[in-house]
């Protein structure tokens, strides 16, 4: 009898655990609900800003209700850093708007970009590759035409180290006065020789000195291109000590961040010193294509 009675107690009280525990995983669930709203981040759209003209598309967060469940119910706990969250894209996509000059990535995403301008400097480039890849850093390089034709072995470094290579004109001309027959030469034909050295076209073009009208911009496009400029400048070409460098860019550095350089002596012996710098804010560095997409980079 006493055996009996023990086993019952056991079942009931082990019934009225399993009633617990379900009505514990119920309000869990529930709360997890009610709280969702907190941590959602609303996606922002793609847009042309009247400053700085095209902004890129950023991803939204939405929580994943049963992901979060699942990663919580074993302690039974509602905890904000076991929430699983998933990416919402905006409505409207960069591929969606009016061509326009693009002068950073979005504000609200943390990376940063190394644009490197070249049609000089030959001597600098192998040591700047060399830092980037000791600090596991991707830049895009902008190749002048005429420069990527004679130097040939120093493009296929630059892409057989896995950089970015962008459009940066044939012969580094005013794009501002030229012509739009004149243009079409200048982006195709850099276009063909980068192809032709690396086997990958160019989807960036960078127009020398910043220069150029609505209606280069418009050409790009027609070549598939987005017309790249940038919103923190190194000013190497003026040569400036190292240490002025660094604080130039250090006391502009931003989110989304496009940092203008070219292959100097200053940027040469900046370029490890920024690389730590930049990442110390938290900032990715990233190329200009992969901080143009809409993803988020999740900490």
């Not at 370029?271 to 900032?283: A, P, S, T």
């Amino acid at each position: 009898v006493q055996s009996s009675y023990v086993h019952t107690y056991f079942t009931q009280l082990k019934q009225q655990q399993t009633v617990t525990v379900s009505k514990n995983t119920e309000l869990l669930l529930e709360e997890i609900k009610q709280k969702a709203g907190q941590y959602e981040v609303a996606p922002k759209d793609a847009m042309i800003d009247s400053v700085w003209k095209t902004v890129p598309g950023y991803n939204g967060l939405q929580v994943d209700i049963e992901a979060s469940f699942d990663n919580m119910k074993k302690a039974g706990v509602f905890n904000e850093k076991r929430l699983i969250y998933k990416e919402v894209p905006p409505k409207k996509h960069l591929s969606q708007l009016e061509a326009a000059p693009i002068y950073r990535a979005h504000p609200d995403k943390p990376v940063a970009s190394f644009l490197i301008n070249v049609a000089w400097g030959n001597e600098y480039i192998p040591p700047m590759l060399m830092v980037l890849k000791k600090h596991n850093v991707k830049a895009t390089f902008f190749l002048e035409g005429k420069w990527a034709k004679n130097n040939p072995e120093l493009v296929k470094m630059i892409s057989e180290a896995g950089h970015e290579i962008g459009n940066h004109s044939y012969s580094h001309p005013d794009m501002q006065t030229l012509s739009a027959e004149q243009t079409r030469q200048q982006i195709n034909e850099t276009n063909k020789i980068i192809k032709a050295l690396t086997g990958e076209s160019a989807s960036l073009f960078a127009p020398p000195s910043g220069a150029f009208r609505d209606e280069t911009v418009t050409i790009a496009n027609e070549f598939g291109m987005k017309t790249i400029m940038w919103s923190v400048d190194t000013i190497d070409w003026q040569r400036p000590p190292s240490s002025v460098l660094i604080e130039r860019v250090m006391s502009k550095v931003h989110k989304g961040a496009f940092i203008l350089m070219h292959p100097t002596k200053p940027s040469s012996e900046s370029l490890e010193e920024l690389i730590v710098q930049i990442k110390k804010r938290n900032l990715h560095i990233k190329t200009v294509s992969d901080a143009l997409l809409e993803e988020r980079i999740m900490h």
